[in-house]
C-alpha cells in the first residue's frame, strides 16, 4: 500500500472523526506505522486548575495511534493505552504529536507517540497497543 492510500485513509477518518476534527488536529504526516499531528489548546479545554485536561492529550495521542495503525489498510482498534504527563499544557500551546511503530504484527501492534509544545518540550508520552482486524479499509 502506498503513501497515497495512507493518506486516503486517514482522510476519510478524519472526515468521520467528529471529535478530533472538535480538538483542530491537523494531519501533518500520514505513512503506515507513522502519524505526525498538530492542535492548538484552546480555553475551553481546560480542567479547574487552568491547565489543559489530561483527556485532551490522551485523546490527541490516541488519534496519532489511530491514524498510523490504520493506515496500512487493516481497521486496527486500541486494545491498552496509557500515558505519562511531563509538563503542564497551557492555553494557547500549539502542540505537535509523533506516533512511531515499535512492533507489528498480523494481529497487534505496538506505537509510542510524543506530544511536544511550541518550545520543543515533551510534555507527554503515549503508549499504545492495537488489534489488527481482518477487514480492509475501502477508500475511493
Do not use: P
Not at 468521520?16 to 480538538?23: G, I, R, T, V
Not at 479545554?45 to 483527556?55: E, K, P, S, W
Not at 486494545?79 to 494481529?107: G, H, P, Q
Amino acid at each position: 500500500m502506498s503513501n497515497d492510500s495512507a493518506k486516503n485513509i486517514v482522510g476519510k477518518m478524519m472526515a468521520e472523526d467528529k471529535f478530533s476534527q472538535w480538538l483542530g488536529i491537523e494531519t501533518m504526516v500520514e505513512e503506515k506505522g507513522r502519524s505526525v499531528l498538530k492542535m492548538k489548546v484552546r480555553e475551553e479545554m481546560v480542567n479547574g486548575f487552568g491547565i489543559a485536561h489530561g483527556g485532551i492529550c490522551f485523546s490527541f495521542a490516541d488519534s496519532a495511534l489511530a491514524f498510523a495503525s490504520n493506515a496500512y489498510g487493516r481497521l486496527s482498534v486500541a486494545l491498552e493505552c496509557s500515558i505519562s504527563f511531563a509538563v503542564a499544557v497551557n492555553v494557547n500551546d500549539e502542540l505537535v504529536c509523533e506516533a512511531r511503530e515499535l512492533s507489528l504484527t498480523n494481529k497487534t501492534a505496538t506505537y509510542h507517540i510524543e506530544i511536544s509544545n511550541q518550545k520543543n518540550e515533551k510534555v507527554a508520552f503515549f503508549k499504545g497497543t492495537v488489534y489488527r482486524t481482518s477487514k480492509e479499509w475501502s477508500v475511493k
